[in-house]
């Protein structure tokens, strides 16, 4: 098992790896969002809010999670927006 996962952020279970992108239908938390991305919880807040980000889906009344396979098709857009450009 990878020593990042026996790891916790702020007593709330286990830390979630990059390693979740294998699974398209895995649901990201934002920390993970953020280490695939590179970028800071308020830039993707504003970005969902422009319409230019995926929207997390709700798990529970204080918890959202991104699908992995909308992260990476984000992903994979900016690639092709700088490839085309």
Same mark, same amino acid.
């Given at each position: 098992?990878?020593? #990042?996962?026996?790891?916790?952020?702020?007593?709330?279970?286990?830390?979630?790896?990059?390693?979740?992108?294998?699974?398209?239908?895995?649901?990201?938390?934002?920390?993970?969002?953020?280490?695939?991305?590179?970028?800071?919880?308020?830039?993707?807040?504003?970005?969902?809010?422009?319409?230019?980000?995926?929207?997390?889906?709700?798990?529970?009344?204080?918890?959202?999670?991104?699908?992995?396979?909308?992260?990476?098709?984000?992903?994979?857009?900016?690639? #092709?927006?700088?490839?085309?450009?």
């Amino acid at each position: 098992m990878h020593a #990042a996962t026996h790891q916790t952020q702020r007593g709330r279970g286990p830390s979630q790896t990059v390693d979740s992108l294998k699974i398209p239908e895995a649901l990201l938390k934002i920390s993970t969002v953020i280490a695939v991305t590179g970028l800071s919880e308020s830039s993707i807040r504003r970005k969902m809010a422009a319409g230019d980000f995926p929207l997390p889906v709700r798990d529970g009344l204080r918890c959202t999670r991104w699908i992995a396979a909308e992260v990476q098709a984000w992903l994979r857009a900016r690639q #092709a927006q700088r490839d085309a450009a």
